[in-house]
């Protein structure tokens, strides 16, 4: 079955090139023209991608980056199983379309997911991405600011700045409670957080293969030296990593330094961040940011095998949220979820070969040169809707995979 839905109504709708070469290094209806149906029967299986839908104008973005996963469009079979994980679906399933979602995303290998209201009551459906991230054994969060042409940086930063975060534990699912009578000034809230060796040393590999791709140096880290024992963990896998890589930098810098020298010009350089979890979200929220915009980059969630650390899961997904004062208004900026059309593709290269590769670089490229071009939405300075913008994006991809076929080259 190529297609599946589980949605029952739609939602409303209201230089580059050279630069490809970082961006890849970073990732361990279609306009006026008719789609272009490039690939064959005899190709190899199609590329199976879980679809998570979401809410607000998380799903209206989760739509217009769809368009971008068009077989006809990028010369590639692809098959789509979409599952509905609007809040109101999660609370009819008591979540398990969650979990339905992820035994899928297991199967599959990859997972492209719209951002998804988590509700605020201590009893109701929580959040999704803790599920998710749980029951595909993610063990790693990938967020990768980067230059956007035409765009000026703050601080002075043109130099990539990838966050590698824990997925899971730390502060996100700890057990909470309250003692003492409420609201008493003698109330006490207590909480008990927990980090795993694997989820470390997963998080300090992959901070220096990444590094390695990059060709960045390791800076950051936790406040080891107020919590050896706890945050300590991290700091003695980051150093066992350093060791097991010795051509790559290392600069252990403290929590609050490392927030310090990304404002005061440490990042004269690409750098990786390794972080703790709690700690690599507010650190994502100030990279992306530094860059032009939060939507300016992907989040990719990754699971891997224990052994040789390949990924085995990967989700893909924009690290913003639902934005409702935007819904329906066709302005939110659908970069980040278009380049995580990007990543999922290009972690699909590794088992479908360059025609996913091939489709992954003419996203990322199509994506920036729109920008460069002047082609923008609101948040970076520009009058582009949604929709335009998207439709920019489609055009000069298919014009490249177009181009790309003619001349025999993947490019």
Known sequence: MPFVRTRTSEPGQPGVRE????????????????????????????????????????????????????????????????????????????????????RAMREAGLGLKAATITPEGKDDVGSPNRILREEVDGKVIVRTGRRLPGVTPIAGVHYPISVVRMAVDDAYGAEQWREGEAGDPSE????????????????????????????????????????PVYEGMLKEELDGAAARHPGIGYEPVLIDATYAGLMSGVADAPLVIPALNRD??????????????????????????????ETTVAMAEAPHGTAPALEGKDLANPLAMILACGALLRHAADRHGPTAERASRAIYEAALETIGAGRK???????????????????????????????????
């Open 188 to 227: 006490i809230a207590y909480r008990t957080e927990k980090i795993t060796r694997s989820t470390c040393r997963a998080v300090a590999e992959y901070a220096f293969r990444t590094a390695t791709k990059m060709n960045a140096r390791v800076y950051g880290g936790p406040k080891w030296t107020v919590s």
């Open 19 to 102: 630069d490809f070469a970082q961006v890849r290094a970073e990732i361990p209806a279609c306009g006026p023209n008719p789609p272009r149906r490039l690939w064959s029967a005899a190709m190899a299986e199609p590329v199976k991608i879980v679809v998570l839908e979401g809410d607000q104008t998380g799903q209206e973005l989760l739509e217009q980056s769809l368009r971008l996963l068009d077989p006809g469009l990028l010369g590639i079979e692809l098959e789509l199983q979409r599952f509905d994980l609007s809040l109101e679906h999660r609370r009819a399933t008591s979540n398990g379309v969650v979990t339905d979602a992820a």
């Open 377 to 411: 939405t609101p948040d970076l300075g520009g009058n582009a809707t949604t929709t335009e913008f998207t439709t920019e994006v489609v055009n000069r991809v298919g014009t490249k995979i177009e181009v790309w076929s003619s001349l025999g080259s993947a490019a």
């Open 280 to 309: 690599g979200d507010c650190l994502s929220d100030l990279v992306l940011p530094m860059f032009g915009s939060i939507a300016g980059a992907e989040s990719v969630l990754l699971a891997f095998d224990n052994d040789t650390y």
